[in-house]
């Protein structure tokens, strides 16, 4: 009997491993488990947290930032990164091509688009109030087994003529999947 729990309890904890390196992770925290463990592991990691706002703050890649966790059903789904500085055009066109070159110069991601970067003739302007268009650029956090549902995406959002980053990082197993529909 003992043996029977020990080889069970090894299973577990197998799988419990296996489905931690299978998400995607931020800062090495796999992006899963309740919110308050999530504030607690990024506290650790020397960000603040804001009880108001209920997100915490802090410097990420050389950036201050608000760090906002989401969740489906009590479990985080996603980490969402957001430049606390605004920029205007020029400086957003710069920010922007310079996460890509980042991301693309890091082996642990895998550009989900060959060219995602931004020409200087872009009016981002223009196109985001005119044609609702989208500035994202998508990766995939590597190892490739089970990358699919490690994407990391960022995007460029635009609020009262200023623009930000907003860098996400998705665990889309625990995303809603219409089951309460």
């Not at 080889?7 to 799988?15: G, W």
């Not at 050389?62 to 605004?86: C, F, M, P, Y």
């Not at 957003?92 to 996460?99: A, E, M, V």
């Not at 989900?112 to 650029?137: F, P, R, V």
Request: charged share 25%; aromatic share 10%.
């Amino acid at each position: 009997m003992k043996k029977i729990l020990s080889v069970l309890m090894l299973l577990l904890l197998s799988i419990s491993i296996y489905a931690q390196q299978n998400v995607t992770k931020f800062l090495g925290i796999p992006v899963d488990g309740s919110k308050a463990a999530m504030i607690q592991k990024l506290k650790a990691k020397g960000f603040t947290y804001d009880a108001i706002s209920g997100n915490l703050e802090g410097i990420f890649n050389g950036e201050k930032v608000h760090i906002s966790i989401l969740t489906n059903k009590n479990k985080v789904w996603r980490i969402a990164v957001i430049d606390q500085i605004t920029r205007d055009e020029g400086q957003i066109k710069i920010r922007y091509n310079l996460l890509c070159q980042q991301f693309e110069d890091n082996p642990k991601y895998f550009p989900l688009e060959k060219i995602q970067k931004l020409s200087d003739n872009e009016d981002i302007s223009y196109e985001i109030s005119t044609h609702q268009k989208q500035y994202q650029a998508v990766y995939l956090q590597l190892p490739r087994e089970g990358a699919q549902n490690r994407i990391v995406w960022f995007t460029i959002v635009e609020r009262y003529g200023n623009y930000h980053i907003v860098i996400y990082y998705d665990n889309e197993k625990n995303d809603s999947h219409g089951e309460d529909l």
